[in-house]
């Protein structure tokens, strides 16, 4: 569901609610269907995922285990904040959980200053990702989880964005030529994780 994608499924429909199938009525989680009540909710899903990450930390887990949950929470953290970016520039980077008040009240960033923080959040993914994914991926019970490559492929991705003419109205070459240069430092990276 990227924006390469072509025509309608049932992830990229805006219409229906996200279902696997209609048959088996096995819902599928919305972590990017971000085309119904965008601005509802996705302020919501990044207080979520900080949240997760505040309470992981806090936890008795081992560090192993923590690291392949909250690596996960870094890549959607950083998944929310690209489609962010991509619609509106800067905005607020908010990486703890806020106070629920009236006066609770973050600044806009730069689209810069955002599109470092994404970088950030994936490159830290990745690392934490590494352990469990970096020789195959995933076992067979756990595919389509994230994995370190998932992470640096969005790093690419975020990086292009941010070389585009979207963010790059004097057509800088130098922002190709480093997510070229990054993209292809994280290349032995993304092969260590398998097919995934």
């Known amino acids: 569901s990227t924006e390469e994608y072509a025509g309608f499924s049932i992830f990229v429909d805006p219409q229906p609610a996200n279902e696997l199938s209609a048959s088996s009525g096995t819902m599928v989680p919305d972590y990017f269907?971000?085309?119904?009540?965008?601005?509802?909710?996705?302020?919501?899903?990044?207080r979520s995922i900080n949240e997760c990450i505040e309470g992981l930390e806090n936890s008795s887990l081992t560090r192993e285990q923590k690291d392949e949950l909250e690596g996960q929470c870094y890549f959607f953290r950083a998944w929310c904040y690209y489609n962010f970016v991509k619609w509106y520039g800067g905005v607020p980077i908010i990486k703890t959980v806020q106070e629920t008040s009236a006066s609770s009240f973050t600044p806009r960033a730069s689209a810069r200053e955002c599109i470092e923080f994404m970088v950030e959040d994936l490159n830290t993914a990745a690392?934490?990702?590494?352990?469990?994914?970096?020789?195959?991926g995933w076992g067979s019970n756990d595919w389509g989880r994230v994995t370190t490559a998932s992470a640096l492929a969005l790093k690419g991705r975020v990086l292009l964005l941010w070389a585009s003419p979207l963010f790059n109205r004097t057509g800088d070459q130098s922002r190709y030529t480093e997510a070229y240069r990054q993209m292809s430092e994280d290349l032995?990276?993304?092969?260590?994780?398998?097919?995934d």
Do not use: D, H, S
């Open 33 to 46: 269907q971000y085309q119904q009540k965008f601005l509802v909710n996705a302020w919501g899903r990044i």
């Open 188 to 195: 032995p990276a993304i092969k260590a994780c398998g097919n």
């Open 127 to 136: 690392e934490m990702l590494k352990e469990a994914t970096g020789n195959g």
